[in-house]
Nanobody, 126 residues
Framework: QVQLVESGGGLVQAGGSLRLSCAAS????????IGWFRQAPGKEREFVAR????????TYADPVKGRFTISRDNAKNTVALQMNSVKPEDTAVYYCAANNYPLGLPGTDPTDYTYWGQGTQVTVSS
């Protein structure tokens, strides 16, 4: 079992920055691929970013590419999502998710992940 807890959400003005954090506990975290997803009201949960267990590879959804950065610190069992130049359309509940992917990148579909945090609300005002 892996427990995930997100933090860092809040209210931010368009053009501002926010840093989300995902703290993991439980099983060995270092071999787990991590993904960030978000879900706006009335919409399906969508992929935002993902990172390989050793930080060797990352990918981003097109709407956040160039603005968001995913990173991890396996020594601290944390994954961060740095959000810059935020837009009102970034408003959503943000979730981190994990699954054991020791050989490559985790997927971009929510069904590719076994463990989920409870989510943190991000609201961007215009």
């Amino acid at each position: 079992q892996v427990q995930l807890v997100e933090s860092g959400g809040g209210l931010v003005q368009a053009g501002g920055s926010l840093r989300l954090s995902c703290a993991a506990s439980g099983r060995t975290f270092s071999t787990y691929g991590i993904g960030w997803f978000r879900q706006a009201p009335g919409k399906e949960r969508e992929f935002v970013a993902r990172i390989m267990w050793n930080s060797g590879r990352t990918t981003y959804a097109d709407p956040v590419k160039g603005r968001f950065t995913i990173s991890r610190d396996n020594a601290k069992n944390t994954v961060a999502l740095q959000m810059n130049s935020v837009k009102p359309e970034d408003t959503a509940v943000y979730y981190c998710a994990a699954n054991n992917y020791p050989l490559g990148l985790p997927g971009t579909d929510p069904t590719d992940y076994t463990y989920w945090g409870q989510g943190t609300q991000v609201t961007v005002s215009s």
